[in-house]
Every structure is written in C-alpha cells, then in structure tokens.
C-alpha cells in the first residue's frame, strides 16, 4: 500500500544509525505534570494523549549514570553480540530490516545494526517506531518500510520485557497488519534483557541494569515518548513525538553507543559462550515473571495489574514519571539498584525489602483516585 505521508526528520542520532518514522510535534504542549498525568490516566484518558514532563537529572545522578555505564558496557556489549547473532541465525541477512520500538528500543537496535556491521561488514536498515498499548503498532510506518524494502524481513527489537504488555501487544499488531495486507511481518520480539521470560530471543534473562533505562530522551536521540492523539495527528498519519532540541547540552545517545560499541572486539569470547549457553537451553516463553505480578496484586491488594511494573527498567520509569506509592525490591540484586534507592529517596518513596519475585524489582503506582 503506497503511503501518502513522509516521516519527519528527528532526533540526535546519525540516519547512518537509524531513521524514526515519526511525525514531529514539538510545536505542540502536551506535558503534564506528574500528578495530574496520573490522575488523567487513571480516570481513563490514554497515556499516549499526553507526555510527561521530561525528567532532567542533577549532578549525582548524572555521575551515577556514567560510573553505570562504566560498570556494565561490557556486559550491554554481549547481550548486543547475542542477541544479533541469533537473529543473524534466524532471519539471514538479505533482506533484513532491524524495526526498533521507539525510545526505549532505539538504543538497542542502533548496537545491534552495528554489530552486525562490524562482525559482518553487512549494512542493514535500522527504523524506529511506535506501538502503543491498546492501540497497537504504527501500521503507516510499516507500510513505508515494505514501500522502502519489498521483500523486507522485520526483526522488531526492544530493550526489555516487564509484564510483557508490548510483546502481547506486538503479537495482535501483526496478526491485524497481516489480515489487511498482503505483506506479512513476524511478531517476534528480541531483547536485551527478558526477566518476564516472555521472547525466544534474549541476550540475558537477568534483570540486570540496562544504563538506557536511566535517561529520557537524553539517552535517546532526544526523542520523547511516542504519542498518538486524534486531536491533532491525522488519522493514517505517522504516530508523533517531540524532538528536545533544547536538552542538547545534556544529551548523551551518541555517547552511549560509542561507549558499548566499542567493546564488540574485546568480548567476542564472551558472546560465543553465552550464545552457546542459550541456544543449548530451553528458551521458550513460560510468562514466569506474571507469575510474580500476581502474587505481588494479592499480596499488597492491588485493584489493577497496571498498577504493578516490574524490573528494573520498569521501575526506573515509575520513579522518573508516575506516582509511586513504594517499591519493592529483592536483595539478590541490591548492587544493580543504586540508582533506584537514589530516586526512591529523592521522590520520598518507601523502599520494601521482597524476594519473591523474578525480578531485581517492582515499582507500584499509587491509586490516586481512593
């Protein structure tokens, strides 16, 4: 289907490394604050109408994020490697096309297109767009791409699993896209890091610190949320985000993948006895960490499972843009937590000691309407 739209050109990172199919709204106020986002969204308006208000952090933080990156860019480095190589085992290289989930998945997709460029000396294309829960995935940027790329073999990528409410929403997506088009795209979803044991293609299922996950959009090629919202994007249209030229000074996307990139050589070993491990292993999804989510709604009596975001990537997210009202976190992974305690104090937010849970931690989102 020939697409009557062209995306607009956004964000900090090179097209070399990747091109958002976005539509850019920065011309538009939709930032809401903390707690009256939170009240909108629990009385029922979509979180995608609307954006936080950016998060900007001060020093101490800033300095906890680059001694992070220090600590794990070897790490970040291998599950990159494990994760390309799976999918270069999967799907081949001819015709294939990286469709990372913007933000949260650019990062991930940029190291793994250049992983492959440098292990293989194969450039392939690298988009990122949007899907949103209960909305679904952004049909137009797919439409564009098989306009782009016809025979077009889509690996989506994101950073990690929580619930697994985006790899769920992924799978009824693509069964939509393919009932309307003669194009068919694969659901499966590859990640850094898969806690909630919900994809085949992983390169850890350790909730371990991914430094991504700290930042905004300074960590993202200075893009915001992805936001679908009828008052002001066509119907057909490109989702929308908004491009933070302004944070400039503060933006360290590109840093970031330098600094894990550059450890592609010095870990090879290391990505060939991981993968070795993985492949050899049973890696089919058993949805584990709901297992953990449910016990924790019983436990604390929690009206909805919305409520409840797991891991550490998850948990980040609550403290830098919802209402908390604690987190729990499991001592087996207190050193991969400072950043959470750093946030945790600095929001007045109680920390509670829990191990019986998949996961590093869990943040809970306070009901603002009892």
Not at 217 to 234: D, K, M
Not at 297 to 313: F, Q, S, W
Request: charged share 25%; proline share 4%.
């Amino acid at each position: 289907m020939k697409t009557k739209y062209e995306p607009d050109v956004l964000g900090s990172y090179s097209e070399k490394d990747v091109v958002f199919l976005l539509r850019d709204i920065s011309h538009i106020e939709i930032e809401r604050d903390t707690t009256e986002r939170e009240h909108l969204i629990q009385s029922g308006t979509h979180y995608a109408e609307m954006l936080p208000v950016e998060f900007q952090p001060g020093e101490q933080y800033m300095e906890l994020f680059h001694t992070t990156l220090k600590e794990y860019a070897q790490r970040i480095a291998i599950a990159t490697g494990v994760v390309a190589e799976q999918i270069v085992q999967n799907r081949g290289l001819d015709h294939l096309v990286l469709v990372s989930l913007a933000r949260a998945g650019t990062p991930i997709g940029i190291l793994i297109k250049r992983y492959i460029q440098h292990v293989y000396n194969v450039t392939v294309p690298h988009y990122s767009i949007s899907i949103v829960r209960d909305r679904g995935i952004d049909e137009t940027a797919i439409d564009y791409i098989f306009e782009h790329h016809e025979q077009a073999n889509i690996q989506f990528i994101d950073g990690w699993t929580g619930k697994g409410a985006i790899t769920r929403e992924l799978v009824d997506a693509c069964n939509d896209y393919n009932a309307k088009r003669q194009n068919h795209i694969d659901p499966d979803l590859a990640v850094l890091a898969d806690p909630g044991h919900c994809v085949e293609v992983y390169g850890t299922r350790d909730d371990f610190l991914i430094p991504s996950a700290c930042l905004n959009s300074t960590v993202s090629g200075l893009v915001s949320r992805t936001v679908l919202n009828p008052a002001f994007i066509e119907e057909g249209d490109f989702h929308g985000a908004k491009y933070y030229k302004e944070f400039a000074e503060q933006d360290v996307s590109n840093y970031y993948v330098d600094e894990v990139s550059s450890y592609f050589d010095v870990v090879k070993e290391e990505i060939e006895v991981t993968l070795r491990d993985i492949l050899q292993s049973d890696r089919t999804p058993t949805w584990r960490g709901m297992q953990s989510v449910d016990v924790i709604k019983e436990k604390y009596d929690i009206a909805k499972t919305n409520y409840i975001k797991p891991g550490v990537g998850e948990t980040t997210r609550v403290l830098l843009r919802r209402v908390p009202w604690k987190i729990l976190v499991n001592p087996k992974y207190d050193n991969d937590l400072t950043h959470i305690r750093l946030l945790a104090a600095e929001r007045n937010v109680p920390i509670e000691v829990y191990e019986d849970m998949e996961y590093s931690c869990c943040g809970l989102i306070k009901d603002v309407m009892k």
